[in-house]
């Protein structure tokens, strides 16, 4: 069985850093491209950032220079840091766990993340 476990959210103030961590199990890890979305109130879901099992990241514009993916091949984990949060990183964020060979596609339940004042 999959599960993918979030963890790592909470409140905090603009300015302020937050670390996410997603915890995978029931599946070969280290073949699946990881990444990270999120879907803020009233709003559709949208990626985030993803790392692919070779070192190759690609992140939403928005978040480019102050999130970082990074993950754990050996612990089955993946991390978002999140650097200058803005109230418009409020969201629930997702971890997604990913192969074109199936295909699979596998979601976590989400960590929410509120940025404010």
């Known amino acids: 069985q999959v599960q993918l476990v979030e963890s790592g959210g909470g409140l905090v103030q603009p300015g302020e850093s937050l670390r996410l961590s997603c915890s995978a199990s029931?599946?070969?890890?280290?073949?699946?491209?990881m990444g990270w979305y999120r879907q803020a109130p009233g709003k559709q879901r949208e990626f985030v950032a993803t790392?692919?099992?070779?070192?190759?990241?690609n992140y939403l514009d928005s978040v480019k220079g102050r999130f970082t993916i990074s993950r754990d091949n050996t612990k089955n984990m993946v991390y978002l840091q999140m650097n200058s949060l803005k109230p418009d990183d409020t969201a629930v964020y997702y971890c997604?766990?990913?192969?074109?060979?199936?295909?699979?596609?596998?979601w976590g339940q989400g960590t929410q993340v509120i940025v404010s004042s």
């Open positions: 790392l692919g099992n070779s070192g190759s990241t």
């Open positions: 997604n766990a990913f192969r074109s060979a199936g295909p699979e596609d596998h």
């Open positions: 029931g599946i070969i890890f280290s073949r699946f491209v």
